[in-house]
């Protein structure tokens, strides 16, 4: 029986992290973890390869996807654990999802173009290299053209919510998310509950109780940015909804450089959550 960690939310090229699919397959087995599972956003382009290098070097691993849903007070995310790359659900979800972004992103661009930066979409475009093309990219041109420092500082002065050329993309509702991703054979779990930004436990709760309603099968209790404090009261909130409780990094590669791969702020993922996802989904 394996007990060593796993890693359960992380990113490669296919998204916005720097690591190839099996590069992070490769990270996992150096690392000592005994499963994974890849949560790129929006695509499911990176699974095959992450999933072939994982069997290779006797990592389990498990289809992943995060998707963004409507959120008033701050950001949603989803994880969707176990889902088919092969379903027509999944397809035309990442597809609403992809030409959601590529309305936002010439906007962001033609603002910045606005403020006098030399930057376009081509650029961004080769930069990303995928399918999916987020503000990390956006970011990382504008790095690399030396109008910034930092990755974060191209968020703080212009893309992050405030910032000069932040616009926002369209997205689902969370009930429309949830049962994309339940027909798409998948599991629906929120992703680090700390930045649904609530302003108290009872909404918090309130949230979370909705999302119950709408089909949500787990919480996202350990997260690089959850205090310790916070990931104890979203395991006390998981128990009381009988949720499956799941935890990872939400590793980039340098793209977060202070994130490291099975490190969700200095504690360790359980093997005995994968075994129950996996259980859950009867796989
Ligand atoms: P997008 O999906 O294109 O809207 O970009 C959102 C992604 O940007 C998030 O999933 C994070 O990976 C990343 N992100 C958000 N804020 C920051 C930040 N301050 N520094 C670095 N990456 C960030
Ligand atoms: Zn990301
Ligand atoms: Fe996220
Ligand atoms: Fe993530």
Avoid at 52 to 71: H, K, M, P, W, Y
Avoid at 193 to 208: G, H, I, K, R, Y
Wanted: with cysteine; charged share 20%.
């Amino acid at each position: 029986m394996k007990m060593s960690p796993v890693e359960l939310h992380c990113h490669s090229t296919a998204s916005d992290g720097t690591c190839a699919p099996s590069e992070v397959a490769e990270l996992a087995a150096r690392g000592g973890l005994s499963a994974l599972a890849l949560t790129d956003h929006d695509t499911t382009a990176g699974l095959a390869e992450c999933q072939q290098a994982c069997a290779r070097l006797g990592v389990d691993f498990l289809n992943g996807i995060e998707i963004s849903a409507e959120n008033p007070y701050g950001t949603m995310h989803l994880l969707g654990y176990g889902i088919s790359s092969a379903s027509p659900v999944l397809a035309d979800l990442t597809r609403r999802l992809i030409e959601g972004r590529n309305v936002r992103n010439p906007r962001i661009v033609g603002r910045l173009q606005e403020l006098g930066l030399a930057i376009s979409m081509e650029e961004v475009e080769q930069h990303a290299g995928g399918e999916v093309v987020g503000r990390p990219h956006i970011a990382g041109v504008l790095v690399k053209k030396g109008y910034v420092s930092s990755i974060n500082e191209a968020f703080n002065e212009y893309l992050a919510p405030g910032g000069k050329a932040y616009f926002d993309k369209e997205r689902l509702s969370s009930a429309q998310a949830i049962a994309m991703i339940g027909k798409s054979g998948g599991l629906a779990v929120l992703a680090h509950p700390v930045q649904l930004n609530c302003s108290n436990d009872a909404q918090l709760e309130t949230t979370v109780k909705n999302l119950v309603d709408q089909g949500l099968s787990g919480l996202e209790v350990l997260h690089s940015s959850h205090t310790a404090e916070e990931a104890a009261k979203y395991t006390r909130l998981a128990d009381r909804f009988g949720l499956l409780k799941t935890g990872g990094s939400d590793f980039h590669g340098s793209n977060k450089p202070n994130v490291q791969l099975g490190r969700a702020a200095n504690q360790l993922v359980p093997r005995a959550w994968f075994d129950r996802l996996r259980e859950r989904l009867g796989q």
